[in-house]
């Protein structure tokens, strides 16, 4: 069945550092590519998402690329701020199915 | 514009007995989708309706159930509670496409004691 592998947290970095977080996926067919992200108390909020091999999501200074050669789409932020502290979750949707199936989240906390 | 309102925030039930979560999604979305949030099994999808029929079921006993009504508003329900079901249940809804960004509430945290 579909999986997602995320890189295991916490992570923490100072301010302004470079952002990497991993994520792979095992599924049939191709299917499409979330970030979904998550503050304290509140829901999920999707972050961005591509859709075929080579799209590039970005939104709020985040970007991933669909690379289907080795079947990752890992998050990266250029600089990140204290209120990018949350928990970033990968996910795919396969098939016709309209659900998502996530990665088990990376908590990430940045300390000014 | 009203975001997805889940009822209610928080709840404690003893086992064996049933409970109902409710979920109110943006107007206009048709389709409303419920997860089950827990440390240990992370987030897992439980079911989907559009325009009151479930359209995908994920892997959960017969014990969980759902329904949606003609206004988009859904509920699940919880019958003879483990304690293996307290957990954070999220909705979310869309208007149903495939791909679509999803809305998510912020969840009825239940404690099962």
Same mark, same amino acid.
Request: glycine share 10%.
């Given at each position: 069945?579909?999986?997602?592998? @995320?890189?295991?947290?916490?992570?923490?970095?100072?301010?302004?550092? #470079?952002?990497?977080?991993?994520?792979?996926?095992?599924?049939?067919?191709?299917?499409?590519?979330?970030?979904?992200? @998550?503050?304290?108390?509140?829901?999920? @909020?999707?972050?961005?998402?591509?859709?075929?091999?080579?799209?590039?999501?970005?939104?709020?200074?985040?970007?991933?690329?669909?690379?289907?050669?080795?079947?990752? #789409?890992?998050?990266?932020?250029?600089?990140?701020?204290?209120?990018?502290?949350?928990?970033?979750?990968?996910?795919?949707?396969?098939?016709?199915?309209? @659900?998502?199936?996530?990665?088990?989240?990376?908590?990430?906390?940045?300390?000014? | 514009?009203?975001?997805?309102?889940?009822?209610?925030?928080?709840?404690?039930?003893?086992?064996?007995?049933?409970?109902?979560?409710?979920?109110?999604?943006?107007?206009?979305?048709?389709?409303?989708?419920?997860?089950?949030?827990?440390?240990?099994?992370?987030?897992?999808?439980?079911?989907?309706?559009?325009?009151?029929?479930?359209?995908?079921?994920?892997?959960?006993?017969?014990? &969980?159930?759902?329904?949606?009504?003609?206004?988009?508003?859904?509920?699940?329900?919880?019958?003879?509670?483990?304690?293996?079901?307290?957990?954070?249940?999220?909705?979310?809804?869309?208007?149903?496409?495939?791909?679509?960004?999803? &809305? &998510?509430?912020?969840?009825?945290?239940?404690?099962?004691?």
């Amino acid at each position: 069945g579909d999986s997602v592998t @995320q890189m295991e947290g916490p992570v923490t970095l100072s301010e302004e550092a #470079f952002l990497t977080i991993n994520c792979t996926y095992t599924a049939t067919g191709y299917p499409s590519l979330f970030w979904y992200v @998550q503050y304290p108390g509140e829901g999920l @909020q999707l972050l961005l998402k591509a859709t075929k091999a080579d799209d590039k999501g970005s939104n709020k200074g985040f970007e991933a690329t669909y690379r289907k050669e080795t079947t990752s #789409f890992h998050l990266e932020k250029g600089s990140v701020q204290v209120s990018d502290s949350a928990v970033y979750f990968c996910a795919l949707s396969s098939g016709s199915a309209r @659900q998502l199936t996530f990665g088990s989240g990376t908590q990430l906390t940045v300390l000014p | 514009k009203a975001g997805v309102t889940q009822t209610p925030r928080y709840l404690i039930k003893t086992r064996g007995q049933q409970v109902t979560l409710s979920c109110s999604p943006i107007s206009g979305h048709r389709s409303v989708s419920w997860y089950q949030q827990t440390p240990g099994q992370g987030l897992q999808f439980l079911f989907e309706y559009f325009s009151e029929t479930q359209r995908n079921k994920g892997n959960f006993p017969g014990r &969980f159930s759902g329904r949606q009504f003609s206004n988009s508003r859904s509920e699940m329900n919880v019958s003879t509670l483990e304690l293996g079901d307290s957990a954070l249940y999220l909705c979310a809804s869309s208007f149903g496409d495939k791909n679509e960004k999803l &809305f &998510f509430g912020s969840g009825t945290q239940l404690s099962v004691l």
